[in-house]
């Protein structure tokens, strides 16, 4: 157990829809990351959030947004889902807002699986 | 062409084997290297770190790191069939711009039978 923590595991949804996922960092992570792992394209980095504030972002589509809460807990929010979408979706944390040392390397929660129909 | 090229095997070996897994990468910029595993259905878990060119071990695990031939690999000795899962390389240039992005590999799917 990585310490972080996903939620939903799983979700299945039309196209065209909206949902959250829910993701809270290892206890005394400052930064949350955001991964999406399809068959074709690997794990892609998305994007990152250190203390509140967006740090680093990746190649996530303009339909999809994240912020990061005062508890430092994160939400990732996909809109207008396309079929596409459907892919595994993890959130990891780390302790530093940049990795550099094994201390502030990140670690991955389970993942929510999402399947757009 | 991909920053970071992993062949995705798959590579199925007997148990007890020597096993050695490759990364190639094309962005010098490059000083951090990882390998994750990865069971099916399951997030990423660290196996190894390391910081620029050279070798590292942790109990079966080798980590080498070519900066000068942008090559990584990781070597299980003595595989188990408990070692069954995808592996797959990670980098990061930390202090340049991409601040926490680590570059994945593809993965490769390893399987040790009996």
């Known amino acids: 157990d990585s310490g972080v923590t996903q939620t939903p595991k799983h979700l299945i949804t039309a196209t065209g829809q909206r949902v959250t996922l829910r993701c809270s960092p290892r206890s005394g992570d400052l930064s949350v990351y955001w991964y999406q792992q399809s068959l074709d394209q690997g794990l892609q980095f998305l994007i990152q959030y250190y203390n509140g504030e967006e740090r680093a972002k990746g190649n996530i589509l303009e339909r999809f947004s994240a912020q990061q809460f005062p508890d430092l807990h994160s939400e990732l929010n996909l809109s207008s889902l396309e079929l596409g979408d459907s892919a595994l979706y993890f959130c990891a944390s780390s302790v530093g807002p940049e990795l550099g040392t094994k201390r502030n390397t990140i670690y991955f929660g389970e993942g929510s699986w999402l399947t757009v129909v | ?114």
């Open chain 2, 1 to 114: 062409q991909k920053e970071v090229e992993q062949d995705p095997g798959p590579l199925s070996v007997p148990e007890g084997a020597i096993v050695s897994l490759n990364c190639t990468y094309s962005n010098s910029a490059f000083q951090y290297f990882m390998w994750y595993r990865q069971y099916s259905r399951k997030g990423p878990e660290l196996l190894m770190y390391t910081y620029s060119s050279g070798n590292k071990e942790d109990g079966r695990f080798t980590a080498q790191v070519d900066k000068s031939s942008k090559y990584i690999s990781l070597f299980i000795r003595d595989s188990q069939p408990s070692d069954s899962a995808t592996y797959l390389c990670a980098m990061s240039d930390a202090g340049g711009t991409s601040y926490g992005k680590l570059t994945f590999g593809q993965g490769t799917i390893l399987t040790v039978h009996p």
